[in-house]
Nanobody, 128 residues
């Protein structure tokens, strides 16, 4: 019903920039929070950045000052601008949506779904 699709991952050299994008599709009225998480081999999934519908942002300590998250509420998209990439940034990056208002099939009124939706991930590899 709700699908999140990431794009923009790839292989880059340390120190360069890369932008990830995520598009949410479905019968969506609005989304409370959109964010990015990442998981490196052998490590737990961790928060990279998140932004609420009110445009309040939250960043993981390891990316503060380097990454910038933004969203377009009209398009239900979220982007992650990654600057000064480091080898330790290498991971699969997952798009996350938390708290989605979906249009009811019959009434077309928004109904709240306070759960997490995840994309399938996009791989970012930062070579040494």
């Amino acid at each position: 019903q709700v699908q999140l699709v990431e794009s923009g991952g790839g292989l880059v050299q340390p120190g360069v920039s890369l932008t990830l994008s995520c598009a949410a599709s479905g019968n969506i009225f609005s989304i409370d929070a959109l964010g990015w998480y990442r998981q490196a081999p052998g490590k737990e999934r961790e928060l990279v950045a998140a932004v609420t519908s009110g445009m309040i942002t939250n960043y993981g300590d390891s990316v503060k000052g380097r990454f910038t998250i933004s969203r377009d509420n009209a398009k239900n998209t979220v982007s992650l601008q990654m600057n000064s990439l480091k080898p330790e940034d290498t991971a699969v990056y997952y798009c996350n949506a938390r708290g989605i208002y979906l249009k009811d099939k019959r009434t077309q009124l928004p109904t709240y779904h306070g759960i997490d939706y995840w994309g399938k991930g996009t791989l970012v590899t930062v070579s040494s």
